[in-house]
């Protein structure tokens, strides 16, 4: 009989990549949890996926998506109340029967005491576990895509990489190599309570990136190690709010002090193919930063 998965956040940066990777296969009918109809128009073009609009903060829209869906990829956004948003999500799983939820968490949401983001995502978790549906948690390094939603446009007009992060190294994983992952979780079998740290396979400083972003674009790229300060300024600039600039700040701190550099095999292992190097990554979304 033909599943039905639910992917909430499915316009986001690994939601689309596992929307677009189980209508691949064959007996699944994909549900795709869109925030914004606009967003998702092109996830209708992909076979047997169904969009549904999906607001966390309403439980109607919630109550529509969780409905007959047996298997939910979860995402959350980072926003301030994003424990309180995933919580009605896994109340309303729990109402709807469904039978496994597949987490995007974060690396490091198990270290104690942590870090504010891995202690959201810890809490999260615990209250999966504690809602007895079987469950899997991913936890992935920080995303390659990043540079191409937050870096591509200093990249391009000033061929600049500004961030706090010193030489502190990270094992920044592909997005698609984590919605794999999902997808083999979500299809396959005795993944059930199981926790994944996903990483990419090594672990690159900033000024790293912007010597490989330079040598595949052929375009001069440089890192700009800002002071903490700076940063914060920068970001008050930007009308980053406060919650968000402290928790970022202190996501850097760790990869600064080199924290972030740990690397796994967990991709090759559960999806049998070797993740994304940053070069492959590069050689994929050159036309982001030319
Ligand atoms: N970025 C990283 O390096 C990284 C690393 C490890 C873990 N993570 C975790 O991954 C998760 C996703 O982060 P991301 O930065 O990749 O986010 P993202 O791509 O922006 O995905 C978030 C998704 O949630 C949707 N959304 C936002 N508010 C919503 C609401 N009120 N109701 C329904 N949908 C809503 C967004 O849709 P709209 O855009 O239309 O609002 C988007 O599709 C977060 O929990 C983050 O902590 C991220």
Not at 248 to 260: C, K, M, P, Q, T
Request: hydrophobic share 40%.
């Amino acid at each position: 009989m033909q599943q039905t998965i639910l992917v909430t956040g499915a316009t986001g940066t690994v939601g689309r990549e596992v929307v677009k990777q189980l209508s691949m296969l064959d007996g699944i009918r994909v549900r795709a949890g869109v925030h914004s109809l606009i967003k998702g128009e092109n996830l209708r073009r992909l076979p047997d996926v169904e969009v549904v609009e999906m607001e966390f903060n309403d439980p109607e829209s919630l109550h529509a998506a969780f409905t007959h869906a047996d298997k939910v990829f979860l995402v959350t956004p980072l926003a301030n109340e994003q424990v309180e948003m995933a919580k009605k999500l896994v109340d309303e799983a729990k109402r709807c029967g469904v039978k496994h939820i597949v987490k995007l968490s974060a690396l490091g949401a198990g270290a104690e005491p942590g870090i504010q983001l891995g202690r959201w995502h810890r809490e999260i978790e615990r209250y999966i576990e504690e809602s007895g549906i079987p469950y899997t948690f991913l936890r992935p390094a920080s995303f390659m895509q990043n540079f191409e939603n937050y870096n591509a446009a200093t990249i391009k007009q000033e061929g600049k990489i500004y961030m706090p992060t010193g030489d502190g190294k990270v094992s920044y994983v592909d997005a698609r190599d984590i919605a794999a992952v999902a997808v083999a979780v979500l299809t396959g079998e005795g993944h059930e309570g199981q926790i994944y740290d996903l990483t990419g396979p090594e672990a690159m400083s900033v000024d790293e990136v912007a010597e490989t972003i330079s040598y595949v674009t052929g375009n001069q790229v440089d890192f700009v190690n800002v002071p903490e300060d700076a940063a914060r300024q920068a970001m008050q600039q930007q009308h980053v709010p406060d919650w968000m600039a402290n928790s970022l700040l202190e996501l850097y701190s760790v990869h600064r002090a080199g924290y972030s550099s740990g690397v796994t095999s967990r991709v090759e292992e559960i999806t049998g193919r070797k993740p994304h190097t940053f070069r492959q990554f590069l050689q994929d979304y050159k036309e982001c930063f030319v």
